[in-house]
């Protein structure tokens, strides 16, 4: 079972938007709707940031959503801020054999 | 407030093996699943198993082959994650993460035990 791809980099100026891209298959991303969303800041672990493809946890900004389609899931970061540098990792579900499987990484660079 | 305190940091050799601790507090240890997840240094995010609410333990046995046990000591709040026949690839930090009760998540993690495998 292969990483999902994300772009290695992403970046933007305060107050833009950004989108990340999460691409696998029909036996992960595309199958189910069980995508997750991690924050992770140098020297953390990850954080929670989007459930089952677009729900947010509670204390989580509006400014983190996400959608699917396809294959492919997307995270999109609205009103860039400072605190948003770090780097995002999805997560699909993969069915019983496979499990979880989580995506390449991207790193987020607020200019 | 539910937390998730690791075990320290490891520092071994190829061959052997290591053992890491994750100990739950502030919720029911056996009415949520728990993960590890390890990420090796600048890598990305590696599922590596679980053990469910009721022991059922499940591996990636893909990419481990049978050298990863999970064993939980429900009386001590305690999951515990055991990595066998060690690598230099092996060198990670190890996470100990709860799947969240709307499932397929995962909503608190440990702060990461660091292994790192040389001789």
């Known amino acids: 079972q292969s990483a999902l791809t994300q772009p290695r980099s992403v970046s933007g100026s305060p107050g833009q938007s950004v989108t990340i891209s999460c691409t696998g298959t029909?036996?992960?991303?595309?199958?189910?709707?069980?995508v997750s969303w991690y924050q992770q800041h140098p020297g953390k672990g990850p954080k929670l940031m989007i459930f089952d493809v677009s729900k947010r946890p509670s204390g989580v900004p509006d400014r983190f959503s996400g959608s699917k389609s396809g294959n492919t899931a997307s995270l999109t970061i609205s009103g860039l801020q400072a605190e948003d540098e770090a780097d995002y990792y999805c997560?699909?579900?993969?069915?019983?054999?496979?499990?979880?499987?989580f995506g390449t990484g991207t790193e987020v660079t607020v200019l | 407030q539910v937390q998730l305190v690791q075990s320290g940091v490891e520092v071994t050799k190829p061959g052997a093996s290591v053992k890491v601790s994750c100990k739950a507090s502030?919720?029911?240890?056996?009415?949520?699943?728990m993960h590890w997840v390890r990420q090796a240094p600048g890598q990305g995010l590696e599922w590596m198993g679980l053990i469910s609410p009721s022991g059922i333990i499940i591996i990636n046995a893909q990419k481990f082959q049978g050298r990863v046990t999970v064993t939980r000591d429900t009386s001590a709040g305690t999951v515990y994650m055991e990595l066998s026949s060690l690598r230099p690839e092996d060198t990670a930090m190890y996470y100990c993460?709860?799947?969240?009760?709307?499932?397929?998540?995962?909503?608190?993690w440990g702060q990461g035990t660091l292994v790192t495998v040389s001789s």
């Open positions: 997560c699909s579900y993969a069915g019983s054999n496979t499990h979880y499987v």
């Open positions: 029909s036996s992960d991303v595309g199958g189910y709707n069980y």
């Open positions: 993460t709860r799947e969240a009760i709307v499932l397929k998540n995962f909503d608190f």
């Open positions: 502030g919720y029911t240890l056996t009415s949520y699943h």
